[in-house]
């Protein structure tokens, strides 16, 4: 497939005529070469937006076998791109072949768990309460109940996740399947990668026939696209993986709109680990090297990344805290994403180490490369970092931070101090039940996954899956990015009263003719 730079309009290429864009490969230090990408304008998101919005009813309405096969279509494009693929997400952001191609995996699985969901329709909710025109006092009339498709989406691509959460990645499945067209925001770290999965989105809306306004690439440099985006009428909703800033920032725009919309952003979080006594007592070593094996996946960037682990003082913790400063020590430098993204990782590794009361406990191997990050750990006690709000903010990469408590109030303490989080992982043995059971419930009210002996990195994408938690971690609680129930953001409730059989969605139909199972005057049923 030919990389143009174009931006994708509907079923257009477009040439954007603002400040040219260039790929940049991180582990070089270097430019690719041509060609560059056009920045679009406000134009480009109004044209953008005004077919989406004009694609909305048609899209919506599509029978779901054949939204869930749209579906299924993108995922086999993408496996298609093959190699090619793989290259160019390689060159763009120096991450591994194989880490790439697993995420290539991940992202066409996503796609067809979301065809599955779209044919089974219990995302539907379809709900009957009989009428009841003897009711005393007063009768009640016939109510029916389906969720339908918020409107049209816009979806700004992660730097982390070239595939995952870009173009077509989780946010895009999810809106696509909720049957919401979908604007996309190209991330400047990856714009050939994007450029390629755009077209094969494109591509698959032009055979199946769909209104082409169900899907468009913007590229844009600085914030005036990704402003105009969120701002635009026509747009109901946002996804956004990056940033608290960004996030944020996006949120205002969204609120101070005549009609506001939601921003589900996920933004910024560092994923407690709790080392409880038990546990270390049995296995420090075992848990240190999971701990530092977690931390440097990726250049330790992941947004589930351990950027702390807390334990109480004793000579179980000092096992653990040898034996992870040996861990990472062997721990080569890694190239991160962007220039950016490294100069930052730089200032907050420097910040934290630079903090009073806190001190550099083990360090990785030095940067042989441009952009290359070395993995870093850290050490201060409860007080400290009860005391000073800037050791809970996030360091995107290779560093964390081990606090040592006094004893199990502190540590619950510690807990009770911080705010929103992705993750929440405790390491236990048995004879840990009694703590777990007090920290448990704060987790819960801290975190939206909780682990017992394992580590955050690794997000799986299934049914029970919950990637979102409690501000600043996201936007939004309530919601999730990864699994099926991501569709739940772009899907709003309807009530259909009285209504003649003519009109009703087939869902709602009597003698259901979608064979869904239904939910009818209290009783689960399948008719």
Known sequence: MQITGDMLIGGRAVRGTEKPLTAFNPATGEAIPAP???????????????????????????????????????????????????????????????????????????????????????????TLDSA????????RAELRLQKVALGPVAVFGASNFPLAF?????????????????????????????????????????????????????????????????????????????????????????????????VYAEMSSINPVFLLPGALGSRSAAIAQGFVDSLVLGAGQFCTN????????????????????????????QTMLTAGIHAAYEEGARRLGDTVGVSALAQGQPASGPNQAFAALFVTDAKTFLAQPTLEDEVFGPASTLVRCKDEAELLAVAEHFAGQLTATIQMDRDDVPTAMRLVPILERKAGRLLVNGFPTGVEVAHAMVHGGPFPATSDSRATSVGTSAMERFLRPVCYQDFPAELLPQALADGNPLGLWRRKDGEFVKG
């Open 36 to 126: 560059a990408f056009g920045s679009g304008t406000a134009a480009d998101v109004d044209a953008a937006c005004k077919l989406a919005a004009a694609a909305f009813d048609a899209y919506r309405t599509l029978p779901l076998d054949e939204r869930a096969e749209f579906l299924e279509r993108i995922a086999d494009g993408i496996a298609a791109l093959g190699d090619a693929l793989t290259e160019r997400a390689h060159a763009e952001t120096g991450l591994p072949k194989a880490r790439l191609e697993g995420e290539r995996g991940r992202t066409v699985g996503q796609l067809k768990l979301f065809a599955q969901e779209v044919r089974q329709g219990l995302w539907l909710t379809p």
């Open 306 to 333: 351990p950027g702390l682990a807390i334990g109480i003082e004793g000579p179980a913790l000092d096992e653990f805290a040898q034996a992870a400063a040996q861990a990472l020590g062997v721990k080569p430098a």
């Open 166 to 262: 870009s173009v077509a990645g989780g946010d895009t499945a999810a809106a696509l399947a909720a049957g919401c067209p979908v604007v996309v925001k190209a991330h400047g770290a990856h714009l050939g990668t994007s450029e390629m999965v755009g077209r094969v989105i494109q591509q698959a809306v032009k055979d199946m026939g769909l209104p082409e306004g169900v899907f468009s690439l913007i590229v844009g440099a600085g914030r005036s696209v990704g402003e105009a985006l969120v701002a635009h009428p026509a747009i109901k909703a946002v996804g956004f993986t990056g940033s608290r800033a960004g996030g944020t920032a996006l949120m205002r725009i969204a609120a101070n709109r005549p009609e506001p919309i939601p």
């Open 132 to 139: 009841l025109p003897d009711r005393k006092p007063l009768p």
